[in-house]
């Protein structure tokens, strides 16, 4: 079975400060990962994803992810932090599709991100 | 830019009673799917659905569950007769394609059910 873990309930970073947001994975064969963003009393919004290629992924706001397959890490990262990237972020990953099986994402339990003004 | 809608935004209703969420994917998706999220807990799958048949569920979706694509726009879930513990965030998404370049989920804005 898959899973996903993100080690830390809470991040802190001061504005304009890097930011990373760690996650791990555990997947059959090779993963599908993602990374989205919830706001408060909002839906997930997509931000990027790994499928294949470059292991440095960009995505929406500037945000960047690394895939590491040795380390089966995908951490988010931010060069310069903003005070409106406070929110939580849920990594996931789908597993290798199969025509019809293993579609569903498996997501971790969240990192809230805030950034301190 | 094209998104996934929910209605209604917030359903209460007293437990035993028949609910039925509704979703309208992204028009030109093909793949369709419902989560759920429990307050303060993490996002959790519930079914996906592709040319009008469950392509999987979770062990969450059991029978008091049923999902229907009753025409060509709308994707519904229906909860046969709630449980306490079916209160919480329902999260309808869809994707387009099997390729790279379409297969991320795109999710609505959520339902909030709460039983009684």
């Not at chain 2, 359903?11 to 759920?36: A, D, K």
């Not at chain 2, 387009?96 to 991320?104: F, H, Q, V």
Request: proline share 5%; charged share 20%.
């Amino acid at each position: 079975a898959q899973s996903v873990a993100q080690p830390e309930d809470q991040v802190n970073v001061a504005e304009g400060n890097p930011l990373t947001v760690k996650c791990t994975y555990s997947v059959s064969g090779n993963p599908y990962l993602f990374w989205y963003v919830q706001y408060p009393n909002r839906g997930l919004q997509f931000l990027l994803k790994y499928i294949t290629g470059d292991n440095l992924v960009k995505g929406s706001y500037g945000f960047e992810a690394e895939f590491n397959k040795s380390q089966t890490s995908f951490h988010l990262k931010k060069p310069s932090a903003l005070v409106s990237d406070s929110a939580l972020y849920f990594c996931a990953v789908r597993g290798l599709y199969s025509g019809g099986g293993a579609d569903g994402l498996t997501f971790g339990k969240g990192t809230h991100l805030i950034i301190q003004p | 830019e094209p998104e996934v809608t929910q209605t209604p935004s917030h359903q209460v209703t007293q437990m035993g009673q028949e609910v039925i969420l509704r979703c309208v994917p992204i028009s030109n998706h093909l793949y369709f799917y419902w989560y759920r999220q429990i307050l303060g807990q993490k996002v959790e799958f519930l079914v996906s659905f592709y040319n009008n048949e469950i392509s999987e569920k979770s062990e969450i979706f059991d029978d008091q569950f049923s999902v229907e694509r009753p025409d060509g726009s709308n994707f519904t879930l229906k909860i046969r007769s709630t449980k306490l513990e079916d209160s919480a965030m329902y999260f309808c998404a869809s994707r387009a394609r099997d390729t790279p370049s379409g297969d991320e989920q795109f999710f609505g804005p959520g339902t909030r059910l709460t039983v009684l």
